[in-house]
């Protein structure tokens, strides 16, 4: 079974701090992305990645960035954290577009 | 732009009872079409999914699920809900053209509750 590993399931962080999220994926997935997921907006995309060291705006870029240094891993980061950035946060990966995507647990991210 | 409509918010049913999940979808001649159930607190788990071939798609948790092209629907159904099927339930297609080919575009989901 693929596994995607979140690293933290809740994290509370205060305005103007950076905050990294961290993803991995144990099965060589090319593609991973960065959803936020809010009542009543389902998910909404922030970036994705086709491959390392590449990575595309999603439908909702503003205030994050991110970073693939590694095959495995996709970071998200909050460059200054802000209370409208309080969300559940979603990484996925996929071998390959048009393919199920697999989900980890999600990070429950508040920001104070 | 492509989208994927999930008519009901929320949807509450008997235990026992049958269950039927409406999913619809914009454009895509030959879509790829996905269910996926997230329980409180979880990750999406994917129920099922639907490429080419047979439109009745069998899934995981006796789940089942029928593509019309004519109506542009994908609904998810169960004869029998169990307790434990109380979960969030996100349809979704692929996107078609663009930067972001291939990439999934989810419904808002539905929200369901079981009664004993």
């Known amino acids: 079974d693929v596994k995607v590993t979140q690293s933290s399931r809740y994290l509370v962080k205060r305005t103007g701090e950076k905050v990294f999220l961290e993803c991995v994926q144990d099965?060589?997935?090319?593609?991973m992305f960065w959803y936020r997921q809010d009542p009543g907006l389902g998910l909404r995309l922030i970036y994705f990645s086709y491959d390392v060291k590449m990575k595309e705006k999603g439908d909702i870029p503003e205030g994050y960035s991110v970073s693939r240094e590694k095959k495995e891993r996709f970071s998200l980061i909050l460059e200054s954290a802000s209370t409208n950035q309080t969300s559940m946060y979603l990484c996925?990966?996929?071998?390959?577009?048009?393919?199920?995507?697999?989900f980890g647990d999600g990070t429950r991210l508040s920001i104070l | 732009a492509q989208s994927v409509t999930q008519p009901d918010i929320h949807i509450t049913v008997s235990e026992g009872a049958s269950l039927e999940l409406r999913c619809n979808y914009s454009?895509?001649?030959?879509?790829?079409l996905f269910w996926y159930v997230q329980s409180p607190g979880q990750g999406l788990q994917l129920l099922l999914k639907y490429f080419s071939g047979d439109t009745l798609v069998q899934g995981i948790k006796g789940f089942e699920a029928e593509f019309k092209r004519s109506q542009s629907s994908f609904n998810l159904r169960k004869p029998s809900v169990h307790w434990s099927d109380a979960a969030e339930y996100f349809c979704a297609t692929t996107e078609n053209y663009g930067g972001s080919q291939g990439n999934l575009i989810f419904g808002k989901g539905t929200k369901l509750s079981v009664k004993p």
């Open positions: 996925a990966s996929t071998p390959r577009p048009n393919q199920p995507q697999h």
């Open positions: 454009y895509g001649a030959t879509p790829y």
């Open positions: 099965m060589d997935h090319e593609n």
